[in-house]
């Protein structure tokens, strides 16, 4: 092994650095100084060791920030639009108005063409359909080819619906109180009770002789008023075993219920009588002449009584 | 051992160590610190992946960016545009690996030595990771991992997925990011299309987007793309000849319709509507495609309007050109147009230049209407006082009793009084002491229940002066009230967003034009034909002195000391509010110290705007109902007039009202004052 000697003055030191060791070490930290300004291997290797080490390094800064932002807002417009799309979805293919009702909240809308809902105003009761919007009003828009659309938006006190031109403008609107939308529901749950549960039946429950042999005394308008589309009754081919009469009046209609057994199942069909006739079929009934026309109610609905 | 020689070997060993320890301290420093370096997205192009949010014109035109890029491969852009950002930002792009050696040497002998000059060595990829991942901080530890993400991006892609990865990011300012955007907002052409004098322009931009904002700064956006020009000359793209040539080029700069710049009163309005409903990040980072109710010509009519009466009311006033970018030290304006059926904005100006001050002076603004808001109290009177326009009241100095407080003394524009007239001559000419008379009779909450029923929100005080506009309201609560006389009584709620669609169009939300009728049709319309006198021979006859000769309806409004001057008018389809004022409530008044009134200072904007706005359109009436007629009357007694009288007026009354024009069946003379005093 070599000693290492400190040499004492300067000519040794000068001999050393320029000894042929020490030109060539000067000459390679040179030459690798020239290839790398030619040849880049310094950028090249620190590059290649953060391209392996990528995959491990944090998603940061503001590139990859900004990413999930957009990700967020993304997820959370989607969530809107899927809702909407959602409750455009069962709106169309709700078979009632109640259906659609029961999944808006306060503030949210949708929009059903004019034909569908023509098909879900047939099926609201008489009574608060007509309270709604006369059909003579509809059948004018649907011939004036203007009503293009239907907006129903859940409010706090009800539900207003607007019946749209093309360009969305409005052509009529109307609100549909909470105390009818409450009504419509109620009804919507009858079909499969009797005429017991429900309270406003339960002091005028006939048997369906009695009700039909009434009935059948009375003039053929008397009868059109009371039971205006007759042939929903005879579609039924089950047993009709009772009838019943509400106590409360919507608009001039007051509800018939009709009971209708199959074996042990009972279900309520809901039929509206013009106000009139009702009272006239009651009054024979009950071996009365017609009564009074009655009193308003606090909910808008008129009591028979 | 001499002395220095043992020096020299102290220096030597120390310098040794210190190179030993030095390279150690680097090589630890590197790995301790790339360790957290950001990970970079692969592939490169995922940068530009956001969907921007888009809002489009009524007219179906994007006026419009948000956020996101809109990207293009680099076969779509300009080749000058490549060749001009190589040549500025960093010439031997094609040549380094993420660091331009010459260039750190040339950099750190300039910050060396020449003292006040500072120059930087970033190249192109370094500016890519500096936007992609950094903040601005300058810090010697920021630059050296900026440094590092350069090299791993030169590492893992080519040269042609950087530039392109970069000319897609970088800001050009007014919101336009990446190079089509830029192309489209101040062009209106792909990029692919710039020219080289074009592309010169753009490219000089990055280094500084507001400095060199052509739209503001054209004088200093011209020299950056003169620097632009000689270096890609310098660099041997292109010849001086060449450069010199493209310099010399017409530039012109954004066609009407095209993209608008980020900053404007409608899009600001536009935005801050929705971030109220989805919150920021939604709509500057999800993609929303928003339809608003713009109309890009009448935008462009109504700035260009705005733009000409300011410049006139400075000539008036004497304002100084140079104001040092002092908002409050011009006049501004403001001008909002309604559609009358609907309620939606076709045009809104918030004020004299958008860059300057952004308060939005059609909305935020709450600035007395003064006698802009008599409507109001004429319908409230035609409706609860029994009177018709008609009936005749006198113009007197009178003093209204107010309960605990000094009896109110309102004195008219020109400081005299004219005695008996009918209702319609006195709103045509504006005449305050009959409208305090009107408001002591029926006192001020018909007048601000009207004003309601009409749409205006602002705070309104319940005394009698409510009636000359005392209390504050925004144009757009102007523009909007007054449509609901233009339609007859029913009334609109004015929007600006028709629909709002996620970007894979989806709806969101889509307006729902109800109205509901607010006022009475044959009252609204009364009120209606006395205002079509101001226009026609009132205080707003300027309108028709300027040539706007379509049948209208307005009302001129100016407040005491001439703070505010106001000209509200309606077509039958159109409502447009214009204000002027100082943003600081100072008096306008002329060399002379006369002040200017709505006529003088608002009533111009609006005509010369209707005139551009309802160029080629049909004569449009207002609808007249059923039980209107028209009665030739002696403006100062109210009597029946022959119709060739030229003194005579017309006025319009209710069926009721007739009677008091036909003979009576006692024979006596018909009397119309109908009580007015």
């Not at chain 1, 807002?73 to 009632?96: C, F, I, W, Y």
């Not at chain 1, 309270?131 to 006190?157: G, T």
């Not at chain 2, 260039?103 to 500072?118: E, M, P, Q, S």
């Not at chain 2, 204000?579 to 008096?587: L, T």
Request: proline share 6%; with cysteine; aromatic share 8%.
């Amino acid at each position: 092994m070599t000693e290492w000697i400190e040499p004492k003055d300067g000519r040794p030191w000068a001999a050393r650095i320029f000894s042929r060791q020490g030109v060539l070490t000067a000459l390679a930290a040179l030459a690798m100084l020239a290839s790398e300004a030619k040849l880049h291997w310094v950028e090249r290797s620190v590059g290649a060791y953060l391209v392996s080490t990528n995959a491990d390094r944090p998603e940061s800064g503001a590139i990859w920030e900004k990413g999930r932002k957009a990700q967020t807002a993304r997820m959370a417009v989607d969530k809107l639009a899927a809702d909407r799309e959602a409750n455009q979805r069962l709106a169309r293919n709700a078979g009632t108005l109640n259906e659609i009702i029961a999944s808006l909240s306060p503030g949210q809308g949708v929009m059903l063409s004019a034909e569908h809902f023509r098909e879900l105003y047939q099926k609201i009761p008489q009574g608060i359909a007509a309270e709604m919007i006369s059909p003579f009003d509809l059948l004018r828009f649907a011939s004036e080819r203007q009503w293009n659309r239907v907006y129903l938006e859940q409010s706090a006190d009800g539900l207003m619906v607007y019946l749209l031109a093309p360009n969305n403008h409005v052509l009529r609107q109307f609100k549909v109180a909470s105390a009818n939308l409450a009504l419509m529901a109620r009804k919507s749950a009858m079909a499969s009770q009797s005429l017991e549960d429900l309270p406003s039946f339960q002091n005028r429950i006939y048997s369906a002789e009695r009700f039909f042999a009434a009935l059948a005394s009375l003039p053929e308008e008397d009868r059109r008023g009371l039971i205006p589309q007759p042939e929903r009754l005879l579609e039924v081919s089950e047993q009709i075993s009772r009838v019943g009469i509400s106590d409360e009046a919507l608009a001039g209609f007051i509800d018939v219920g009709v009971e209708i057994r199959s074996g042990s199942q009972r279900r309520v069909l809901l039929l509206q009588g013009q106000d009139w006739a009702v009272w006239r079929l009651r009054s024979l009934l009950e071996g009365k002449t017609p009564a009074a026309r009655g009193a308003k109610t606090s909910q808008g609905t008129y009591s028979a009584q | 051992m001499t002395v220095w020689l043992r020096r020299l070997r102290a220096a030597f060993y120390s310098g040794l160590l210190l190179l030993g320890l030095g390279a150690a301290g680097l090589l630890i420093f590197f790995f301790v610190s790339v360790r957290d370096l950001p990970r970079v997205p692969e592939p490169l192009s995922r940068i530009i992946e956001t969907p921007p949010t888009e809002i489009y014109a009524a007219t179906g035109e994007r006026i419009m960016l948000i956020g996101g890029r809109e990207a293009v491969p680099l076969t779509g852009v300009s080749p000058f545009f490549i060749q001009a950002v190589i040549a500025t930002e960093d010439h031997r792009f094609w040549g380094h690996h993420g660091i331009d050696h010459l260039r750190i040497l040339k950099a750190f002998w300039v910050n060396l030595f020449r003292t006040g000059r500072v120059e930087g060595a970033s190249t192109i990829t370094q500016q890519l990771a500096k936007n992609l991942f950094f903040s601005f901080q300058r810090t010697y530890l920021r630059k050296f991992r900026e440094l590092a993400v350069a090299l791993q991006i030169e590492a893992r892609y080519n040269k042609t997925e950087i530039l392109e990865a970069y000319v897609n990011q970088i800001a050009f300012g007014v919101g336009a990011h990446g190079i089509e955007q830029a192309s489209q907002v101040f062009f209106g052409k792909p990029a692919l299309q710039l020219s080289l004098a074009e592309a010169a322009l753009l490219a000089g931009l990055p280094k500084s987007p507001t400095r060199y904002n052509p739209l503001r700064h054209f004088e200093r956006a011209r020299e950056r793309q003169k620097v632009v020009l000689a270096r890609m000359a310098a660099v041997g793209y292109i010849s001086t000849d060449e450069a010199e040539t493209a310099f010399q080029a017409r530039l012109n700069l954004r066609p009407p319709g095209g993209l608008q710049p980020a900053g404007s009163y409608f899009l600001d309005l536009v935005l801050k509507d929705l971030e109220e409903r989805y919150g920021s990040e939604v709509v500057h980072h999800a993609g929303l495609k928003v339809f608003t109710t713009l109309d890009p010509q009448l935008q462009a009519w109504a700035a260009e309007s705005v733009q000409n009466g300011l410049t006139r009311l400075d000539q008036v006033l004497r304002v100084p050109a140079a104001v040092g970018g002092d908002a409050g030290a011009h006049p501004q304006g403001a001008l909002v147009a309604v559609e009358a059926h609907s309620g939606a904005v076709r045009a809104l100006v918030g004020g004299r230049d958008y860059a300057e001050t952004e308060f939005n002076r059609a909305l935020q603004n709450n600035r007395q209407p003064g006698s802009g808001f008599k409507p109001f109290l004429y319908y409230a009177v035609l409706e609860k006082g029994g009177l018709s326009p008609a009936t005749v009241v006198v113009d007197q100095k009178v003093a209204i009793p107010v309960p605990g407080q000094p009896a109110w003394i309102p004195r008219n524009f020109s400081g005299e009084h004219e005695g008996p007239m009918i209702l319609k001559r006195a709103l045509a000419h504006s005449v305050n002491s009959v409208a305090a008379q009107l408001v002591g009779r029926i006192g001020p909450k018909p007048v601000i229940d009207t004003a309601r029923r009409c749409g205006i929100k602002s705070p309104l005080a319940p005394v009698p002066s409510v009636a000359l506009g005392t209390s504050g309201v925004s144009p757009l609560e102007m523009a909007a009230a007054f449509a609901s006389l233009a339609t007859g009584g029913i009334q609109h709620e004015p929007f600006w967003i028709r629909r709002v669609e996620d970007s894979s169009g989806r709806i969101l939300e889509e307006r729902i034009l109800s109205s509901r009728r607010t006022l009475d049709a044959a009252i609204a319309f009364q009120v209606v034909d006395m205002m079509r006198a101001v226009v026609d021979e009132g205080t707003g006859a300027t309108v028709r002195q300027l040539g706007f000769q379509l049948p209208a309806a307005g009302k001129t409004g100016t407040t005491d000391e001439f703070n505010d001057a106001w000209f509200t008018g309606f077509t039958p389809t159109l409502s447009v509010c214009v204000w002027v004022g100082f943003d600081r409530g100072m008096s306008m008044r002329d060399a002379q110290g006369r002040g200017i009134t709505g006529a003088r200072g608002a009533a111009p904007i609006w005509a010369e705007f209707m005139r551009k706005a309802t160029e080629g359109e049909p004569r449009r009436d207002f609808a007249v109902p059923s039980d209107i007629r028209f009665v030739q009357v002696n403006p100062v007694n109210g009597q029946p007039a022959m119709p060739w009288n030229p003194r005579s007026m017309e006025v319009a009354l209710r069926g009721g009202q007739l009677k008091a024009f036909l003979p009576s069946s006692d024979g006596r003379e018909p009397s119309p004052t109908g009580g007015g005093n």
